[in-house]
Nanobody
Framework: QVQLVESGGGFVQPGGSLRLSCETS????????IGWFRQAPGKEREGVSC????????YYADSVKGRFTISRDNAKNSVYLHINSLKPGDTAVYYC?????????????????WGQGTQVTVSS
């Protein structure tokens, strides 16, 4: 069964760090780019990062550059999003996505598979 499962979210204070995980089943990471998105209440889903399947190129939204790092472990069929210096504005449900159709990694509609999401709340 093809699926994506996110984990690692939680409640953290500003300045803290988290590592989000996206465990995949039935999706060889050598063939599927994995994107990370987030959606805050009342806002549109926003692409924050993506790792390509071929050469492992990494892409980031300008709003997260320098604080977010994407990585993957093919042996564990997992892609990670490391988030540092968390801000209240990072509060959102974070999703991973696969089956990218096109070159616009940051467009949610270009992905065909989604996980259920993991909540990240940043507050003092």
């Amino acid at each position: 069964q093809v699926q994506l499962v996110e984990s690692g979210g939680g409640f953290v204070q500003p300045g803290g760090s988290l590592r989000l995980s996206c465990e995949t089943s039935g999706l060889p990471l050598d063939y599927y780019a994995i994107g990370w998105f987030r959606q805050a209440p009342g806002k549109e889903r926003e692409g924050v990062s993506c790792m390509s399947s071929t050469d492992g190129s990494k892409y980031y939204a300008d709003s997260v550059k320098g604080r977010f790092t994407i990585s993957r472990d093919n042996a564990k069929n997992s892609v990670y999003l490391h988030i540092n210096s968390l801000k209240p504005g990072d509060t959102a449900v974070y999703y991973c996505a696969a089956d990218l159709d096109g070159s616009s990694w940051y467009k949610p509609n270009d992905y065909g598979l989604w996980g259920q999401g993991t909540q990240v709340t940043v507050s003092s």
